[in-house]
């Protein structure tokens, strides 16, 4: 996949690469109900942090955008909601979970019906800890990769909608 000529190079062009010193990551708290997340964002740790839930739109996605999830809060009502901005942008990849009672699951999006993500604070994730990253691989697909802590039996945090 060709890097976009938009993109800031870092790199003096010599065969070791180059140094980089004083990188700082963005950390956005989602501090709302919502939150719609810009191109600008990508590469920042999100944190799930509201007890009362939030719910993340991912910008419409550009091959190598990244962003990463971390609840910092357990969602007591409604969720922790990340969903694509469009119809046809999907999710691929897969979570695991692990139950408190020390069981583990994986579960997966098929990238062509699944659109969220959607932990709900017992069964589905969302307790402290979870966390998990989206990357973007094409114009239309997000792959993602994590893990989640579940209370009781675990079901599928994933969602076509």
Same mark, same amino acid.
């Not at 007890?51 to 969602?75: D, H, N």
């Given at each position: 996949?060709?890097?976009?000529?938009?993109?800031?190079? *870092?790199?003096?062009? +010599?065969?070791?690469?180059?140094?980089?010193? /004083?990188?700082?990551?963005?950390?956005?708290?989602?501090? @709302?109900? #919502?939150?719609t997340l810009t191109a600008e964002d990508s590469g920042a740790l999100i944190l799930m942090?509201?007890?009362?839930?939030?719910?993340?739109?991912?910008?419409?996605?550009v091959e190598g955008m990244q962003f990463e999830f971390l609840a910092s809060v357990a969602?007591?009502?409604?969720?922790?909601?990340?969903? #694509?901005? @469009? =119809?046809?942008?999907?999710?691929?990849?897969?979570?695991? %979970?692990?139950? *408190? =009672?020390?069981?583990?699951? !994986?579960?997966?999006?098929?990238?062509?019906?699944?659109?969220?993500?959607?932990?709900? @604070?017992?069964?589905?994730? @969302?307790? !402290? +800890?979870?966390?998990?990253? *989206?990357?973007?691989?094409?114009?239309?697909?997000?792959?993602?990769? /994590?893990?989640?802590?579940? %209370?009781?039996?675990? *079901?599928?945090?994933?969602?076509?909608?």
């Amino acid at each position: 996949m060709p890097i976009s000529a938009d993109l800031e190079s *870092l790199n003096y062009r +010599g065969p070791s690469g180059c140094i980089a010193t /004083g990188l700082h990551r963005q950390v956005i708290s989602g501090s @709302g109900a #919502t939150r719609t997340l810009t191109a600008e964002d990508s590469g920042a740790l999100i944190l799930m942090d509201r007890a009362a839930g939030i719910v993340f739109t991912l910008p419409t996605p550009v091959e190598g955008m990244q962003f990463e999830f971390l609840a910092s809060v357990a969602v007591t009502t409604n969720a922790y909601k990340v969903v #694509t901005a @469009g =119809a046809s942008e999907f999710i691929v990849g897969s979570v695991q %979970s692990a139950a *408190l =009672a020390a069981t583990i699951d !994986v579960f997966q999006a098929d990238g062509t019906t699944i659109r969220a993500i959607s932990e709900n @604070g017992s069964t589905t994730g @969302g307790l !402290v +800890g979870d966390r998990f990253k *989206l990357t973007a691989v094409s114009s239309t697909l997000w792959a993602i990769e /994590g893990s989640q802590v579940s %209370s009781g039996t675990a *079901l599928t945090p994933f969602a076509t909608s």
